[in-house]
T-cell receptor, first 115, second 115 residues
Framework: EAGVAQSPRYKIIEKRQSVAFWCNPISGHATLYWYQQILGQGPKLLIQFQNNGVVDDSQLPKDRFSAERLKGVDSTLKIQPAKLEDSAVYLCASSAAGLPRETQYFGPGTRLLVL | AQSVTQLDSQVPVFEEAPVELRCNYSSSVSVYLFWYVQYPNQGLQLLLK??????LVESINGFEAEFNKSQTSFHLRKPSVHISDTAEYFC?????????????FGKGTLLTVNP
């Protein structure tokens, strides 16, 4: 069974530019998560989707970050405009139904450097 | 609100030595507890989890963790480590009974196993 796929793996941009990350979850998983992992810290949830609806986006900086999950499968996370402090690894994860007892399966992440 | 404290940011050990990675959590409700491991250049993967029942949980590769409710701890142990155990280990907590399903991670402990 294929795991969670993410692209690109690395991205370098100038501040104030825009960038987009793509995620394809495990087939059949209803819940998709985007996390931000800043160097030296644990992952922080940015947004959680249940199918194509948003369950939790309380920690998403909505003035510059946006995310969508069309058709309840793939998802895209966008940053516009990027700031220096957005340099981090962006992790996508999925789980079968979004229940708290479930295992989350993580992709390899996209490492973003903002110069 | 939940929080997780991993008391050691780095733990260097020699091969075949025992190791303990410490994790304490804070929550006003019942919780589920997880340990995730992140090998270099890979995404996080579940190592073990406590949901209910026996307070001692084990992984397939020799790690174990014990849930201690009175001390609000979930320390991870292995009696004899291998070079291949070198990775970053994250402790995480989620609310087991409420409406907040968010997984909250600690800052991680980098375990380095030296020959």
């Amino acid at each position: 069974e294929a795991g969670v796929a993410q692209s690109p793996r690395y991205k370098i941009i100038e501040k104030r530019q825009s960038v987009a990350f793509w995620c394809n979850p495990i087939s059949g998983h209803a819940t998709l998560y985007w996390y931000q992992q800043i160097l030296g810290q644990g992952p922080k949830l940015l947004i959680q989707f249940q199918n194509n609806g948003v369950v939790d986006d309380s920690q998403l900086p909505k003035d510059r970050f946006s995310a969508e999950r069309l058709k309840g499968v793939d998802s895209t996370l966008k940053i516009q405009p990027a700031k220096l402090e957005d340099s981090a690894v962006y992790l996508c994860a999925s789980s079968a139904a979004g229940l708290p007892r479930e295992t989350q399966y993580f992709g390899p992440g996209t490492r973003l450097l903002v110069l | 609100a939940q929080s997780v404290t991993q008391l050691d940011s780095q733990v260097p050990v020699f091969e075949e030595a025992p190791v303990e990675l410490r994790c304490n959590y804070s929550s006003s409700v019942s919780v589920y507890l997880f340990w995730y491991v992140q090998y270099p250049n890979q995404g996080l993967q579940l190592l073990l989890k406590y949901l209910s029942g026996s307070t001692l949980v084990e992984s397939i590769n020799g790690f174990e963790a014990e849930f201690n409710k009175s001390q609000t701890s979930f320390h991870l142990r292995k009696p004899s480590v291998h070079i291949s155990d070198t990775a970053e280990y994250f402790c995480a907590v989620s609310d087991s009974g409420g409406s907040n399903y968010k997984l909250t991670f600690g800052k991680g402990t980098l375990l380095t196993v030296n020959p």
